[in-house]
């Protein structure tokens, strides 16, 4: 099959232009891992570029790499041609490459436009006016149709919002060539489409975009051409226009890729006390809005219950509500038919709800502490106290290895940081603690997000094994074919109300669109 991949760019007939940006044979190896091996790449003037790959195939390596964040180990960086050598990502930034990194890197205390002018200033001397400044961030975001509130706190933004003000923090600085580290997973369908609309005019003003991203379609449409990598290895760079999804997504696992769905296997769904029951359950979002409207839903062991709708609707606060974070201002929850002390995590934990939160690296995982220390972030309390503190450490880990293995968590060793993980082996950690501690309700916050077409299909399958053996689960996603695949019933929630519930086979797609819309 490798045949009929063109070969890297920088041989091929299309790029007789010198390349904006290149990268040639390079190797970055860090610990136990090569995650870069003779990678050579390069992204034209006005070009689109996607990146494709599994979880840890070294897209964001690559791109640490460009942005002067990592030393290569060898190889070679050329801007327009010529070899460069950046000590830092301030020289990167000087050559023009900026990036937005998968997670973002805002001072959340600060307004959007404090954060667009942070570090800025330097070097401007006298000539920096933080009137002109902002009159400028208002002509790009103008130019660029990315509207944000100059003046609203980080902490006050959607995680759409938040990436805008990276975009025009880096575009403000002079990017030529743009960096985005997985844009798109943040973002609901509608802010992914205004994101492409804006990177395409960004193309078209003569910037180079480097585009990182699990969705295949999304890759399709929105660039000119994409490199695909293999375990650190380029496979092969292809025209958008003359290749397809299935075609990207074999080249990037190596094999054809099938999936079961909920339907063929059947549904284990029993009867008795509901898993999880929530009854006219009202809760205050963080601007002080209702944000929960008199939500009632019951979820069987064995059930997955999917809840549909455009973000911002009330998710959120619903994840948070079952798992003990956010208070309740009307209502009860019941686990098996026990009240749960509303407003307390600790206790949602004791009483079986496990949380697969939207925001992995804020509220889901310690990006600091090691992968075994991740793992047993919750049960450590549980831990026999009469153990020794060297024997719980080694009890740790070997559980650690344990559930790397089992689920398929890639990393040097246990003791590897959390944060040095690739995307999608965060979301195993975090998965693998919270099935691991023996749930009886799952709440699973867009689990997929972020994830390769083979993670993608591993969660998936994690879920229907989980609900086979009887727990309940809660399924929020805004893919809405995951959900129709996945879930045995469907919530639709809209302005913070169940205006629905259905089962996958009985309604359309259009319908469900319709209902997510307020609209039936
Ligand atoms: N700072 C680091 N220290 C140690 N290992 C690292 C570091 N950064 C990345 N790695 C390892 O290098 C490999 C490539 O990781 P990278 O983050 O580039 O993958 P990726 O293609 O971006 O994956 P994902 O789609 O999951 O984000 C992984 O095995 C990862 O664990
Ligand atoms: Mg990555």
Redesign the pocket.
């Given at each position: 099959m490798d045949a009929a991949v063109a070969p890297p760019a920088g041989e091929s007939a299309a790029t007789a232009a010198v390349a904006a940006v290149a990268a040639v044979g390079i190797t970055k190896r860090?610990?136990?891992?090569v995650?870069?091996n003779g990678v050579t790449f390069e992204a034209q003037t006005g070009e689109v570029h996607a990146l494709l790959?599994?979880?840890?195939?070294?897209?964001?390596?690559?791109c640490?790499v460009l942005t002067g964040l990592?030393k290569p180990d060898e190889g070679e960086l050329r801007v327009d041609g010529l070899p460069v050598r950046f000590r830092s990502p301030r020289d990167a930034h000087a050559a023009g490459i900026f990036m937005v990194h998968?997670h973002l890197k805002l001072v959340e205390s600060m307004s959007a436009a404090e954060n667009v002018v942070l570090g800025w200033s330097r070097g401007r001397g006298l000539r920096f006016s933080p009137r002109r400044v902002e009159r400028e961030v208002a002509e790009v975001a103008e130019q660029y149709q990315m509207a944000i509130d100059p003046d609203a706190k980080i902490w006050q933004l959607s995680l759409g919002e938040r990436q805008r003000v990276e975009i025009l923090k880096a575009l403000c600085r002079g990017a030529r060539i743009l960096i985005l580290?997985?844009p798109t997973t943040v973002l609901t369908p509608q802010e992914a489409d205004q994101l492409f609309s804006s990177v395409r005019e960004m193309a078209a003003a003569g910037s180079t975009i480097i585009f990182?991203s699990?969705k295949l379609p999304e890759v399709m449409a929105v660039s000119n051409r994409i490199t695909i990598?293999r375990k650190?290895v380029v496979i092969g760079t292809l025209k958008a226009a003359e290749t397809d999804t299935t075609t990207l997504a074999e080249f990037m696992v190596g094999h054809e890729i099938t999936e079961q769905s909920r339907a063929e296997r059947g549904t284990s769904a029993g009867v008795g006390r509901p898993a999880l029951e929530l009854q006219d359950v009202s809760a205050v979002g963080d601007l002080g809005l209702e944000a929960l409207h008199e939500v009632s839903l019951s979820i069987e062991p064995g059930e997955i219950v999917g809840i549909a709708g455009v973000s911002g609707n009330g998710q959120r606060e619903l994840a948070e509500v079952v798992a003990g974070l956010r208070r309740l201002s009307r209502g009860a929850i019941r686990v098996e038919g026990e009240p749960l002390l509303p407003g307390d995590a600790r206790a949602a934990i004791d009483s079986g709800i496990a949380y697969i939160p939207e925001d992995r690296m804020g509220t889901g995982v310690a990006p600091n502490l090691s992968i075994a220390d991740n793992l047993i972030l919750k049960s450590y309390r549980g831990e026999s106290l009469r153990l020794g503190p060297l024997v719980r450490r080694k009890r740790a880990s070997l559980r650690a290895h344990e559930l790397m293995k089992r689920f398929d968590i890639?990393?040097?060793g246990p003791h590897?940081?959390v944060?040095?993980?690739?995307?999608?082996?965060?979301q195993r950690v975090l998965l693998a603690r919270e099935l691991s501690s023996g749930p009886r309700v799952l709440v699973a916050a867009s689990p997929t997000r972020?994830?390769?077409v083979s993670?993608t299909q591993g969660v998936r399958k994690m879920l229907l094994d989980t609900a086979q053996r009887g727990v309940g689960v809660l399924l929020i996603s805004e893919d809405l074919d995951e959900i129709l695949h996945l879930a045995d019933r469907i919530a639709v929630l809209y302005g913070g109300r169940v205006v629905g519930i259905v089962k996958p086979a009985e309604v359309t797609r259009e319908q469900l669109g319709l209902m997510m819309a307020g609209a039936a």
């Open positions: 860090f610990p136990g891992v995650a870069n790959g599994e979880n840890g195939a070294g897209k964001t390596t690559l640490n990592y998968q580290d997985e990182i699990h990598l650190g890639r990393a040097p590897t940081l944060r040095q993980l690739s995307g999608g082996n965060v972020g994830l390769d993670a």
